[in-house]
């Protein structure tokens, strides 16, 4: 099984501020990594696929990059509404399809 | 519109059964692969089962194995999940999320997710 390590745990920061989420995989995936957005009391939106390519919709401040183990998302400037959980999930070598435990990114 | 709609969760006591299902629309269904994610309260995600287009693969997590089923209906766009023997460990919001597909190529990251379902397994 890939395990997959998310850093740091929680994150504060204030708006408009640049933040890098890091994300670490127990062995290569290659580019096979998804970034997800979650927000309270929603499901998961899918930001960034193939580790550096955004999903429809999604603002250019959002960039993923990375590949083989160490991967990180990149917010460029942080809006009020980006302040949320960040997920990362490889999808290289499964069953199973793994996610990392998460990143909270707060208002500091 | 395009979108997935899980329903079926509630309450269940412990070793009890439960099927859950997610109907979809807006997309071929029967062209994508479809999953299932859960997140127990106050935690990350965690996938639980995979079925490709056709329904003649299954795929699940260790966890789960032997204890839930996956299925789909093509001609009802609709995919389940067969709970059985079902522990406190299985308490969590079951989310019902679509594959991605560029042409050919089968991608296993979900860029459509349903709402979600909570199942609560407590006596």
């Known amino acids: 099984e890939v395990v997959m390590t998310q850093s740091p745990a929680t994150l504060s920061v204030s708006p408009g501020g640049r933040i890098t989420l890091s994300c670490r995989a127990s062995?290569?995936?290659?580019?096979?990594l998804a970034w997800y957005q979650q927000k309270p009391g929603q499901a998961p939106r899918l930001l960034i696929y193939?580790?550096?390519t955004r999903a429809t919709g999604i603002p250019a401040r959002f960039s993923g990059s990375g590949s083989g183990t160490e991967f990180t998302l990149t917010i460029s400037s942080l809006q009020s509404e980006d302040f949320a959980f960040y997920y990362c999930?490889?999808?290289?070598?499964?069953?199973?399809?793994?996610f990392g435990g998460g990143t909270k990114v707060e208002i500091k | 519109e395009v979108q997935l709609v899980e329903s079926g969760g509630g309450l269940i006591q412990p070793r009890g059964s439960l099927r859950l299902s997610c109907a979809a629309s807006?997309?071929?269904?029967?062209?994508?692969?479809m999953n299932w994610v859960r997140q127990a309260p106050g935690k990350g995600l965690e996938w639980v089962s995979s079925?490709?287009?056709?329904?003649?693969?299954?795929f699940y997590a260790d966890s789960v194995k032997g204890r839930f089923t996956i299925s789909r209906d093509n001609s009802k766009n609709t995919v389940d999940l067969h709970m059985n023997s079902l522990g406190v460990d299985d308490s969590a919001i079951y989310y019902c999320?679509?594959?991605?597909?560029?042409?050919?190529?089968?991608?296993?990251?979900?860029?459509?997710w349903g709402r979600g379902t909570l199942v609560t397994v407590s006596s």
């Open positions: 193939g580790a550096s």
């Open positions: 079925i490709i287009g056709s329904g003649r693969r299954t």
């Open positions: 999320a679509k594959a991605s597909r560029d042409g050919y190529m089968h991608n296993w990251y979900f860029d459509l």
């Open positions: 999930q490889q999808y290289s070598n499964w069953p199973p399809l793994t």
């Open positions: 807006g997309f071929t269904f029967s062209s994508y692969d």
């Open positions: 062995q290569g995936v290659g580019s096979n």
